[in-house]
């Protein structure tokens, strides 16, 4: 069997599964946030009763993170409806915005927060709870109802994914990141190309890339259409999670034998660094076949580029340079917003790096622009902005406005393209 | 679930890749869809997203939608795990979606939740139906018919996830297979 398979079967209580199997399975973590909680809920209090409790209140992980900068009434009233429910369940794993608990995006926080374990069933209200892949547990999007039923329930019917293996070899060369090597994936099976299936991420050169990177390729699985990405944990991965969490776990792992749908091979070694044109994540081009093109802004945060490794690349480029043009930070976390004070490249922080700079100012953690929200959320586009965003999606509209571009990036991308204000190679700064 | 076995009406057409921003944009994921007035409200913003220029889809006067079928091409519903997309569509009035093939979670909510039918083609509808067209979409049969020249398109059989479909979503099956309590 394959990991996801493994996982899977374990969480069924089954000796084994296949691909297309559809199995009951327990659930590990539950997650959800303020943009679909209070739906969820509102789905179990409907299904299960007004007085019914949580199928397990340690399993129940509510990170509001998606409108929390925002003076828009619903998105206020959604937060209050997760801290009434939090307090009628007395749930431990809550962090609540305007408080001290209050940590920022989700999927950055997750692994940090020591909620993601290897081996585990994590289900999620969100498409990019495939991020958790990264630390070998089987990590997946889910739906209010689906999530409601979960609350309640523990388990969900779910269909055993076929697994697709992407072998990553080679040395990673310079002002290459994680980020490139996912947007190339991506760009050669197309949007639709892992529609159901696992994609398994292997091979030296992700073995040497650190848990920050790793949770940028699995976080984009989903725009390849992916249920899941996975990466096995190995001893970095266990070093990581063994910090953050007392509760015991199992590591599983692929059989040399297992059966996969199809395998790509890659020599990072070949690989350039590239951007997905608007408007869709496939739609791969070179970064330095893009030189002519003028943007008006660079966004550097979200799950997928927003976490302190991104702009540990960011600050490379910028530092002792100046940006071109407006120039947006969302660090994903409130971790992460320190280690932009505690990080330091020659002795100067990252922070005061993007500052010299000529940054706009530092927005606090939150998903912010990356996903558009409510009209007055930072960094949102408005008019025929063309953005250059380390963020994951470039749909028609995704930042706000229907009329602005979106080309995706790697924060060194990003980074070099801030300093000229056009797409710009980081290899060439 | 809609337990119609016949669907009849105009049917609006979509390409490939139909995405999750385009079939209510993040902006309007402030409402809850648990409650009636916002579950309405998502209705009138279903394809808010389409670019400017298109024809409106919820055009009438009380903001639901003349279009009880929308065809699509590839990867219908990508994107995002936002159950408000399926709900919105069938808030507004849309009984069914057929498209050439879908997301693994748009097409998992429009089961769970029951709001809509995802169906699959054999052929690529988009290219034969314009929007406006009248069809008739038979579920039982797996067909549906162009009214203008009573040319029939075969659907695909609905599969694994038939017995979810006809108990009425997700938690009606699991009731009556008694995974939860009645």
């Known amino acids: 069997m394959t990991i996801t398979e493994k996982i899977l079967a374990k969480a069924a209580g089954l000796s084994s599964v296949k691909p297309g199997d559809n199995i009951w399975v327990n659930a590990d973590i539950l997650l959800t946030h303020d943009v679909c909680g209070p739906g969820t809920i509102g789905i179990f209090k409907r299904e299960f009763g007004a007085d019914a409790k949580v199928f397990d209140k340690e399993k129940i992980v509510i990170i509001p993170d998606h409108y929390i900068y925002t003076k828009d009434q619903k998105a206020h009233r959604n937060v209050d409806i997760l801290r009434d429910f939090v307090k009628e369940q007395n749930l431990p794993c809550f962090y609540n915005p305007g408080?001290?608990?209050?940590?920022?995006?989700?999927?950055?926080?997750?692994?940090?927060?020591?909620?993601?374990?290897?081996?585990e069933t994590i289900f999620g209200t969100d498409s990019h709870t495939c991020t958790h892949g990264a630390l070998g547990a089987f990590s997946t999007g889910i739906g209010n109802t689906d999530a409601g039923f979960i609350m309640g329930a523990g388990k969900l019917l779910i269909k055993?994914?076929?697994?697709?293996?992407?072998?990553?070899?080679?040395?990673?060369?310079d002002f290459l990141s994680a980020k490139d090597l996912i947007l190339h994936m991506i760009g050669d099976i197309g949007v639709d190309g892992a529609t159901y299936c696992a994609m398994e991420f292997t091979g030296s050169a992700i073995k040497s890339l650190s848990i920050d990177e790793r949770c940028t390729i699995c976080n984009?699985?989903?725009?390849?259409?992916?249920?899941?990405?996975?990466?096995?944990?190995?001893?970095?991965a266990m070093e990581y999670v063994s910090g953050r969490t007392k509760k015991p776990f199992e590591a599983l792992y692929s059989d040399d034998d297992c059966v996969v749908k199809a395998e790509y091979?890659?020599?990072?070694?070949?690989?350039?660094?590239?951007?997905?044109?608007?408007?869709?994540?496939?739609?791969?081009?070179?970064?330095?076949?893009?030189?002519?093109?003028?943007?008006?802004?660079?966004?550097?945060?979200?799950?997928?580029g927003g976490k302190l490794e991104d702009f540990y690349m960011a600050a490379k480029i910028m530092k002792g340079r100046k940006v071109a043009v407006r120039t947006l930070i969302v660090p994903a976390t409130r971790?992460?917003?320190?280690?932009?004070?505690?990080?330091?490249?020659?002795?100067?922080?990252?922070?005061?790096?993007?500052?010299?700079?000529?940054?706009?100012?530092?927005?606090?953690?939150?998903?912010?622009?990356?996903?558009?929200?409510?009209y007055d959320t930072f960094g949102r586009t408005h008019g025929e902005e063309v953005v250059v965003s380390t963020t994951n999606r470039n749909f028609v509209g995704r930042m706000g406005s229907k009329k602005s571009m979106i080309y995706l990036a790697s924060p060194y991308t990003a980074a070099a393209t801030s300093l000229t204000g056009y797409i710009t190679d980081p290899r060439d700064i | 679930m809609s337990k119609e076995s016949v669907i009849k009406g105009p049917v609006y057409v979509l390409e490939d890749n139909?995405?999750?921003?385009?079939?209510?944009?993040?902006?309007?994921?402030?409402?809850?869809?648990?409650?009636?007035?916002?579950?309405?409200?998502?209705?009138?913003?279903?394809?808010?997203?389409?670019?400017?220029?298109?024809?409106?889809f919820t055009s009438n006067s009380d903001g639901s939608t003349p279009y009880p079928i929308i065809i699509g091409g590839r990867n219908?519903?990508?994107?995002?795990?936002?159950?408000?997309?399926?709900?919105?569509?069938?808030?507004?009035?849309?009984?069914?979606?057929?498209?050439?093939?879908?997301?693994?979670?748009?097409f998992r909510n429009s089961v769970a939740t029951g709001e809509i039918y995802p169906l699959e083609s054999e052929t690529r509808l988009c290219d034969c139906f314009k929007t406006g067209d009248l069809a008739e979409l038979n579920?039982?049969?797996?067909?549906?018919?162009?009214?203008?020249d009573g040319k029939v398109f075969s659907l695909k059989p609905i599969g694994a996830v038939a017995p979810v479909i006809a108990a009425g979503g997700m938690f009606a099956y699991a009731r009556e297979i008694g995974m939860i309590k009645s």
Not at chain 1, 161 to 168: K, S, Y
């Open chain 1, 99 to 119: 408080t001290d608990s209050y940590c920022g995006v989700c999927h950055v926080a997750m692994p940090d927060l020591g909620h993601v374990r290897p081996g």
């Open chain 1, 160 to 173: 055993v994914p076929e697994t697709i293996r992407f072998v990553l070899d080679g040395e990673m060369p």
């Open chain 1, 220 to 236: 984009m699985a989903v725009e390849a259409g992916a249920k899941n990405g996975i990466i096995a944990a190995d001893e970095k």
């Open chain 1, 265 to 304: 091979r890659y020599d990072v070694s070949k690989l350039e660094p590239v951007v997905a044109k608007p408007h869709l994540p496939d739609n791969k081009a070179l970064v330095r076949e893009c030189k002519d093109i003028k943007v008006d802004h660079v966004y550097i945060g979200s799950c997928t």
């Open chain 1, 335 to 374: 971790h992460v917003e320190q280690g932009l004070f505690d990080t330091k490249i020659d002795g100067q922080s990252l922070r005061s790096i993007f500052e010299d700079a000529g940054v706009d100012p530092i927005a606090p953690p939150s998903c912010a622009a990356c996903l558009g929200g409510p």
């Open chain 2, 18 to 56: 139909v995405d999750t921003d385009l079939l209510i944009p993040a902006c309007y994921l402030n409402l809850v869809p648990t409650i009636p007035e916002e579950y309405r409200k998502l209705g009138s913003y279903a394809l808010a997203g389409l670019p400017d220029g298109c024809i409106k």
């Open chain 2, 76 to 106: 219908f519903g990508c994107g995002s795990s936002r159950e408000h997309a399926p709900i919105a569509l069938g808030a507004a009035g849309t009984k069914a979606v057929v498209a050439e093939s879908y997301a693994r979670i748009f």
């Open chain 2, 139 to 148: 579920i039982a049969k797996s067909t549906i018919t162009r009214i203008s």
